[in-house]
Nanobody, 121 residues
Framework: QVQLVESGGGLVQAGGSLRLSCVAS?????MGWFRQAPGKEREFVAA????????YYADSVKDRFTITRDNAESTLYLQMNSLEPEDTAVYYC?????????????????WGQGTQVTVSS
């Protein structure tokens, strides 16, 4: 089993930045970030292929968020800049049993516990 542990969430003012980290045990897989706000469905944020060569972003975060991975450290990152109140959510790190990038939550097999990101106006 793969275990994922997120960190880096917190409270930040609009326009600020946060960097989320996800430390993964076991093998390296394609990974992604998802988020879920109260009363809403879990939505795709960004994903990265197993070797880091391909990335994909939700339209809502393009040009503001950057997903990267350091396979030597078994760590996934999400750099979030120009944060907006609409970005407030619990952010989840996810991994799948394949190296190919996917953008739907159902395609992922392992999930972290989530880390809260709150952006104040």
């Amino acid at each position: 089993q793969v275990q994922l542990v997120e960190s880096g969430g917190g409270l930040v003012q609009a326009g600020g930045s946060l960097r989320l980290s996800c430390v993964a045990s076991g093998r390296t897989y394609a990974m992604g970030w998802f988020r879920q706000a109260p009363g809403k469905e879990r939505e795709f944020v960004a994903a990265i292929s197993g070797n880091g060569g391909n990335t994909y972003y939700a339209d809502s975060v393009k040009d503001r968020f950057t997903i990267t991975r350091d396979n030597a450290e078994s760590t996934l990152y999400l750099q979030m800049n120009s944060l907006e109140p609409e970005d407030t959510a619990v952010y989840y790190c996810a991994a799948r049993r394949d190296i190919i990038l996917r953008t739907q939550a159902r395609e992922y097999d392992y999930w972290g516990q989530g880390t809260q990101v709150t952006v104040s106006s």
